[in-house]
């Protein structure tokens, strides 16, 4: 039995793990394009800041490929599959022959189609590739603009202040990390960060970036211009897209498999070519909260889908219990804050319960739905995050308990007693 | 494989529990030590409906804090069963990701607001200093089965789902 993985990374690493954890004795070999030991890309902000090295963003210990046996196929890319013949078409014109495949190809940055995205000293923050090439121009650099104030532009963007750098983060909508927060939440959030020193453009896309003019070089004034919708102009010799992801589908697509924005999974994570599986930011599973299949691209679903695809791949059949696809925590400066399922509800048939504390910076909101928990905002104090969450997904009725929810010591007593 | 049970009826909130965790994570394993460094205490007792509840990390079989730990700090020892994010290769950054994950509440911010803090079970000593100092046995080291575990954890399920 040979167990093949594309990608090295959340789902990938998870994957072979439980798959030899599961059985001892088959080959298993990851294949990946980037050459390097599994490291982990949420901790990318962390090796832009310069508080962690290299090293220390590696998620698994040194010896981990030799003491699982498993066999790597590093700064190699996969190119193509042939369902008929079981095999992986390498790049360097390897075929590697399989009995179970694992797609965990994840997920790419995307840079919008402007005038002027390919110009010098523009980056995504994706790979560790980016990071080291984002310190090197911002070793001679003062000024970075940071496009996007999603989750990864903010974090780099409290990165690189740490760094010395003028930071300016440019976001198209109104608020701050628009696909998990409320505005309420985004503004504490926000001052939070503005207090750091770090400024914000809100309400105002990019219309194009104008690389160096021959006058700025000839004076070594290198910095690239950022062109806003209204025209204001921005200067800055570092800019960074963080403007969104795209699944990584094009291996999948040789294959035959079918495609929607990522690939679409059963509850077994299957996809519908026999033999091929595919977990992890690449993956459409079913969310719990929304029912509706989707891209779920957070690091916790990439290693839950991969741990369930290795247990379907050796033949044990398990069933994806199925997450809650938009959960995120974030803590920039001060204020922790964690969103889940459906924070920002739209319609009269939810129900929302808030409480919030300006002085301390706290706020908390429940999002109910028919006296169930649907979704939740924690600032400040997130300490009971954990249990909301279960009961989000596990549907749970929270009619006995509707009047205590909020309080600062529901825990999951109120659950077991 | 031994886990600690909880027997919530005899619990009577006395929180020994809570000083006896501390004083085994401090530095020389003694209550006085404990209070002079602060050391935070890894199971809680919480007040539930005007009864004590103690409230701490199952080790679970499929732990969703490991899953969820993006610097692969937190990892369950296949030997042990212990789910723990210290004393790894892998260090806890403090992203917070386990105490979202964790749907029983058991992991919780360490004091110094940098690394995420739970039951390591007093990692290697026979009994944990919790379920030792317990004066009421609400708190016991057992194998699962021996005790009305399941019976403990099915309400707790049923409870959960609703069902
Ligand atoms: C800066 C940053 C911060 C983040 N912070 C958080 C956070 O705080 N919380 C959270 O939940 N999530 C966070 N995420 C998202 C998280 O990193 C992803 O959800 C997770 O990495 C997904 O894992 P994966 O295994 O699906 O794929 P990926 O991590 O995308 O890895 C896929 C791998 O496959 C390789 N690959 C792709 N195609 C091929 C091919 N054809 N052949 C060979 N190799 C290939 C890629 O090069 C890559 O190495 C963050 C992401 C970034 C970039």
New binding site residues.
């Given amino acids: 039995m040979h167990h093949v993985i594309?990608?090295?990374?959340?789902?990938?690493i998870r994957a072979a793990e439980t798959l030899r954890y599961l059985d001892p004795v088959s080959d298993i070999s990851i294949?990946?394009?980037?050459d390097i030991h599994a490291y982990?890309?949420?901790l990318?902000?962390d090796f832009l800041a310069g508080s962690r090295s290299e090293r220390e963003i590696y998620f698994r210990p040194e010896d981990f490929y030799a003491r699982n046996r498993i066999q790597t196929i590093f700064g190699?890319?996969?190119?193509s599959i042939d369902p008929e013949q079981r095999r992986v078409l390498l790049d360097d014109g390897t075929r590697l022959s399989y009995d179970k495949l694992l797609i965990?190809?994840?997920?790419s940055s995307t840079l919008p189609p402007i005038p002027g995205i390919d110009s010098p000293n523009v980056f995504g923050?994706?790979?560790l590739r980016d990071a080291r090439n984002i310190l090197k121009a911002c070793a001679k650099a003062r000024r970075v603009v940071i496009i996007g104030a999603g989750?990864?532009g903010l974090?780099?963007a409290t990165a690189l202040y740490r760094q010395g750098l003028e930071v300016t983060v440019v976001e198209k909508m109104p608020q701050i990390l628009p696909q998990q927060f409320d505005t309420l939440a985004a503004d504490i959030i926000l001052q939070d960060i503005q207090a750091e020193g770090i400024r914000f453009v809100l309400g105002r896309g990019i219309k194009e970036i104008s690389p160096p003019s021959v006058w700025g070089r000839i004076f070594s004034n290198p910095g690239c211009g950022v062109v806003l919708e209204d025209g204001t102009r921005l200067k800055a010799e570092v800019i960074i897209i963080a403007a969104g992801t795209r699944p990584?589908v094009?291996?999948a697509l040789s294959a035959g498999i079918k495609i929607n924005r990522g690939i679409p999974v059963n509850d077994f994570m299957e996809t519908n070519v026999p033999h091929i599986y595919a977990?992890?930011?690449?993956a459409e599973t079913k969310d719990v909260v929304t029912g509706q299949t989707g891209l779920t691209?957070?690091?916790?679903?990439?290693s839950a889908q991969?741990r369930t695809a290795a247990y379907n791949m050796v033949g044990h059949p398990k069933a994806y219990g199925g997450m809650i696809g938009l959960q995120?925590?974030v803590e920039f400066r001060d204020v922790p804050a964690i969103a889940m399922g459906i924070s920002r509800p739209a319609g009269a048939d939810y129900q929302v319960l808030s409480s919030y504390h300006p002085e301390k910076n706290r706020y908390k909101k429940l999002v109910l739905l028919n006296d169930r928990l649907v979704g939740m905002i924690l600032v400040g104090d997130i300490h009971q995050a954990g249990i909301y969450g279960a009961l989000i997904k596990n549907k749970a009725s929270v009619s006995r308990f509707n009047d205590l929810l909020l309080r600062d010591d529901f825990s999951y007593g109120y659950l077991a007693t | 494989m031994k886990q600690i049970m909880v027997d919530v009826e005899r619990c009577n909130g006395c929180l020994t529990c809570t000083l006896a965790c501390s004083a085994a994570h401090s530095l020389t394993d003694t209550i006085v030590a404990a209070m002079a460094a602060k050391t935070p205490a890894r199971i809680q007792v919480m007040p539930v409906k005007g009864k004590a509840v103690p409230l701490m990390c199952r080790h679970c079989e499929e732990p969703a804090c490991v899953d969820a730990c993006?610097a692969g700090a937190m990892q369950k020892d296949p030997v042990t069963g212990i789910v723990t994010n210290e004393g790894n290769e892998q260090a806890c950054v403090g992203?917070w990701?386990c105490i979202m994950a964790c749907p029983y509440g058991a992991v919780t911010q360490h004091p110094n607001g940098k690394t995420a803090l739970k039951c390591d079970r007093c990692r290697g000593r026979e009994t944990p200093a919790c379920v030792e100092s317990c004066p009421n046995n609400a708190l016991r080291f057992v194998e699962v089965g021996e005790f009305a575990a399941e019976k403990a954890a099915k309400t707790a399920v049923s409870q959960l789902t609703g069902t």
């Fill in positions: 594309i990608g090295n990374s959340a789902a990938g294949i990946s394009e980037e982990s890309r949420c990318l902000p190699s890319k996969a190119e965990a190809t994840g997920a923050l994706r790979h989750f990864v974090e780099a990584n094009e291996v977990a992890g930011d690449v691209p957070i690091w916790p679903n990439a991969g995120n925590a | 993006m992203c990701m």
